[in-house]
């Protein structure tokens, strides 16, 4: 089957501690994209990538990090200096910019 | 800049009933209009987009949503609700050159049998 998939679906980390959340696609999207939702804000961009070897910031990018060496991967660090860690975070792919985004289930991230 | 306006938290509507979610956008050029559906600790799923041509949108499940204009808007609708269209609501916007969407708060719909 054809998707995206986000692993782990839920994760706790320990203050101070750098986690990363995995995100892999297999619809030969070249667009990904990662959010994150807080209750009653919506979704918040955090970062995107184009292209292999390529990303820009979103409008949350402080304390967060990602890699894209691979067209199918696009993962997520949350880094120690993320202030208020504690949310869902959602990533998403689409053939091009613009395109309409599909999106992974989600991982629930807790800050113990 | 671009910015996109869910007015209403939540929607109470009947079963079988006809319901409508508002949306209200701002943004430079022509817009790119999207809507998508969360359930509960779910990712969202696209339910339709509006691109060019004709102003009133089929999706997914029945519902579709008409583009307006002069009133900036793109309000989903459904002829007759379901109680498993309950669920969280989110219309996006993106502008042309830009790359990235944005999304409104949401709305929660809630159908009662």
């Known amino acids: 089957d054809g998707g995206i998939t986000q692993s782990p679906k839920y994760l706790f980390r320990k203050e101070g501690q750098n986690v990363t959340l995995s995100c892999e696609q297999n619809?030969?999207?070249?667009?990904m994209y990662w959010y994150r939702q807080d209750p009653g804000q919506g979704l918040r961009l955090i970062y995107y990538s184009q292209i292999v070897n390529d990303f820009q910031k979103g409008d949350i990018a402080e304390g967060y990090s990602v890699s894209r060496e691979k067209k199918e991967s696009f993962p997520l660090t949350v880094t120690s200096a993320q202030k208020n860690p504690t949310a869902f975070y959602l990533c998403?792919?689409?053939?091009?910019?613009?395109?309409?985004?599909?999106f992974g289930p989600g991982t629930r991230l807790t800050v113990l | 800049a671009q910015s996109v306006a869910q007015p209403e938290d939540q929607v109470n509507v009947a079963e079988g009933n006809p319901l409508t979610v508002k949306c209200t956008y701002s943004?430079?050029?022509?817009?790119?209009l999207f809507w998508y559906v969360q359930y509960p600790n779910r990712g969202l799923q696209f339910l339709l987009k509006?691109?060019?041509?004709?102003?009133l949108v089929k999706g997914s499940y029945g519902f579709e949503a008409e583009f307006n204009k002069s009133q900036t808007s793109f309000h989903l609708k459904k002829p007759s609700a379901l109680v498993s269209d309950s669920a969280l609501y989110f219309c996006?916007?993106?502008?042309?050159?830009?790359?990235?969407?944005?999304f409104g708060t949401g709305t929660r719909l809630q159908v009662f049998p």
């Open positions: 996006a916007v993106r502008g042309q050159g830009t790359d990235k969407l944005i």
């Open positions: 998403a792919s689409s053939i091009g910019r613009g395109d309409e985004q599909f």
């Open positions: 943004v430079s050029g022509n817009p790119y």
């Open positions: 619809l030969n999207h070249d667009a």
């Open positions: 509006y691109i060019t041509g004709d102003n």
